[in-house]
């Protein structure tokens, strides 16, 4: 059985943003080709999550959702819950995971102290 991921931005009304995250999901489906990986914005953007879970439902029993935020805040904990829930409950045989945001990781102090570097 394949992995089927979907990976949540915010969305943005700036299209270079929203090109970036899509870009970086490219990436991240070029480092496990044998995923099925898509992407979804929360708002002012499509697709949305409710419509990429409806396709990668199309061949999924489950599906790992991946929210791209730094912290656990009100989006984390209760927007793409209620999504998510809503979802679940008119497909209730795709079972649903949903990851925990990038939060205080150690391994974004190294990417810090790149950025510090890089900076003129």
Request: hydrophobic letters at 45%.
């Amino acid at each position: 059985m394949k992995k089927h991921v979907l990976v949540i931005s915010h969305g943005s009304r700036e299209v270079s943003a929203n090109s970036d995250f899509k870009k970086l999901v490219a990436l991240y489906r070029k480092k496990h080709p044998t995923w099925v990986i898509a992407h979804a914005f929360l708002e002012l953007a499509e697709p949305t999550i409710a419509q990429s879970l409806e396709i990668l439902a199309e061949s999924a029993e489950e599906i790992f959702v991946l929210p791209l935020f730094l912290f656990q805040a009100r989006h984390v904990k209760e927007h793409i819950p209620a999504i998510i829930k809503k979802f679940q409950k008119e497909n209730p045989k795709v079972k649903i995971k949903l990851g925990k945001p990038l939060g205080p990781e150690p391994k974004i102090l190294n990417l810090l102290d790149d950025r510090l570097k890089q900076t003129r």
